[in-house]
């Protein structure tokens, strides 16, 4: 049983789409977070939202807390945002993190 | 420069010797934590600290110890290492008691294998 679940698990976008990447949850939180993983392995935190939105540069991360669930959005996409997309949630019943499975994103010149 | 630093990067052992992955952060955080990432399973949490002398089990504890003596240092030992602990590792770091405060920053990673 996975308490976070995204979708898709890889996706593929011409340069210039918007892309969305979702992200559900089963678990009562007290923040999400969006990290992003480079080719090379290194990680680094985009977001971490408890309620709303929060914007990037061309990245927009929304949560809705009623419906446990999160997107991530790329603007005007571009080759060096292909990366692995990862959600994470903060159980509110204290302070250990769970993680999806990730978002393999490849964008194509 | 604000980072997590983890030695070694690149770990090859036997099964049983002992090991110790250091990681150390320079930005006065209070919160520290191992994750291992697995191919399919993605990121888990093995143990995390939320203060010095304060330990707490993650999701995947089992093989795995830890201390935290210092605020800056946040060890991961494996006492008997065995294969099924083969896996790229990462510590990470953020500010205050709570992590909902901040955002986690990620060392560049340990990768070990056990033979």
């Known amino acids: 049983k996975n308490e976070v679940e995204q979708s898709p698990q890889n996706l593929t976008a011409q340069e210039g789409e918007f892309i969305t990447i979702n992200c559900s949850y089963s678990?009562?939180?007290?923040?999400l977070h969006w990290l992003q993983q480079h080719p090379g392995g290194g990680i680094v935190s985009l977001f971490m939202?408890?309620?709303g939105k929060k914007k990037h540069g061309r990245l927009i991360a929304t949560i809705n807390i009623q419906e446990k669930h999160s997107s991530l959005h790329i603007t005007a996409s571009h080759p060096r945002d292909s990366a692995v997309y990862i959600c994470?949630?903060?159980?509110?019943?204290?302070?250990?993190?769970?993680f999806g499975t990730g978002t393999s994103l490849t964008v194509i010149p | 420069e604000a980072q997590v630093t983890q030695n070694p990067r690149y770990l090859i052992t036997v099964t049983g010797k002992k090991l110790t992955v250091t990681c150390s952060q320079n930005m006065n955080h209070e919160y520290m934590s191992w994750y291992r990432q697995d191919p399919g399973l993605g990121l888990r949490q093995i143990y995390y600290?939320?203060?010095?002398?304060?330990?707490d089990k993650g999701d995947v504890p089992e093989g795995y110890k830890v201390s935290r003596k210092e605020k800056r240092n946040f060890p991961l030992i494996l006492e008997s290492p065995s294969p099924n602990q083969t896996s790229l590792y990462f510590c990470?770091?953020?500010?205050?008691?709570?992590?909902?405060?901040?955002?986690?920053?990620f060392g560049p990673g340990t990768r070990l294998l056990v033979l």
């Open positions: 678990v009562g939180i007290s923040a």
């Open positions: 994470a949630v903060t159980l509110n019943t204290g302070n250990q993190f769970y």
């Open positions: 990470a770091s953020s500010f205050g008691a709570y992590t909902t405060t901040g955002a986690q920053y």
């Open positions: 939202l408890s309620s």
């Open positions: 600290s939320m203060n010095v002398e304060v330990t």
